[in-house]
């Protein structure tokens, strides 16, 4: 079984700054993968970074970077100079299989 | 860029009608999905299918759902006989591989149920 939380229901951030998203997940499976989708308000969801749990470096996309702790089961995402096109909701999930799990979300606001 | 189409983007049906909605993958694509997101919630896995056949389902996809892809393109989600809480986004997507290789996602189709 897979359980996805994050925390933070809504976060704003100043256009330019930086802002980290928290997720903490639950897994019984050895084998998984970690990611970060983003749902702007045009509903589509939107792979930002994904991670093997089994990489000990964390991955980078750009702007976007996470801070992967395997044993508390944290993966946070970073969003460096943020920008107006960042305001989306941000789901964090993990992956075993096919199958991928979501968080709740975090509604991203980003202020001019 | 290729993108997963989803058809219709709105539909409304009344409790008890069969209502199928419809996916176009990505042509290259071997992996089939199918989420369901209710307003306000998480975005939930219903389905995955490959070579034809269902390969993990979750406890949400139960007798009143099936899957199929009558032809070369388009991949199907049926509701045989919807009920109020099955009003939801539904969301098709598709991977080139299975496991870990990214899920691009649809626009999803916003079931209403009347």
């Known amino acids: 079984a897979q359980t996805v939380t994050q925390s933070q229901p809504e976060m704003s951030v100043q256009e330019a700054e930086t802002v980290t998203l928290s997720c903490t997940y639950d897994t019984s499976e050895s084998d998984y993968y970690l990611f970060w989708y983003k749902q702007p308000p045009s509903r589509q969801m939107i792979l930002v970074i994904r991670q093997e749990a089994y990489k000990q470096q964390n991955a980078t996309e750009n702007r976007f970077s996470v801070n992967f702790q395997k044993a508390a089961k944290s993966f946070s995402l970073k969003i460096s100079d943020s920008q107006l096109g960042d305001a989306a909701m941000y789901f964090c999930g993990n992956g075993a299989g096919n199958m991928l799990t979501f968080g709740g979300g975090t509604r991203l606001m980003v202020k001019p | 860029e290729p993108e997963v189409t989803q058809t219709p983007s709105h539909q409304v049906t009344q409790m008890g009608q069969e209502v199928i909605l419809r996916c176009v993958p990505i042509s290259n694509h071997l992996y089939f999905y199918w989420y369901r997101q209710i307003l306000g919630q998480k975005v939930e896995f219903l389905v995955s299918f490959y070579n034809n056949e269902i390969s993990e389902k979750s406890e949400i996809f139960d007798d009143q759902f099936s899957v199929e892809r009558p032809d070369g393109s388009n991949f199907t989600l049926k509701i045989r006989s919807t009920k109020l809480e099955d009003s939801a986004m539904y969301f098709c997507?598709?991977?080139?591989?299975?496991?870990?290789?990214?899920?691009?996602f649809g626009p999803g189709t916003r079931l209403t149920v009347t």
């Open positions: 997507a598709s991977s080139v591989g299975g496991r870990s290789y990214e899920q691009y």
